[in-house]
């Protein structure tokens, strides 16, 4: 069982080690270690935020709320709500 989970974790080290090593060539600031765990979970975050554009099919953009139709080009704008 401890074999099979060393080779699942392999690509997201992986993953994690070229992402920490891209912010180093490429001149960005240190990642302190304690922040090693966001590049592991960045691709799941995106994962969610695919998903919920795929169930949620509105947009609210500067207090009005638009619905998309199925191809996700912008519908009718519904009234503007009052800003809180």
Known sequence: AWGLGAIAALPI???VWSQL???RECHGPRVA?????VPAVLPLLG?????SARLSREVDWRGRSYRLD???RLGDAQPAR???
């Open 13 to 15: 080290g992986f993953s």
């Open 21 to 23: 090593r891209l912010q």
């Open 33 to 37: 270690p304690r922040h090693f765990w």
């Open 47 to 51: 994962m969610g935020v695919a998903l």
């Open 70 to 72: 199925a191809k996700a």
């Open 82 to 84: 009052a800003s809180v």
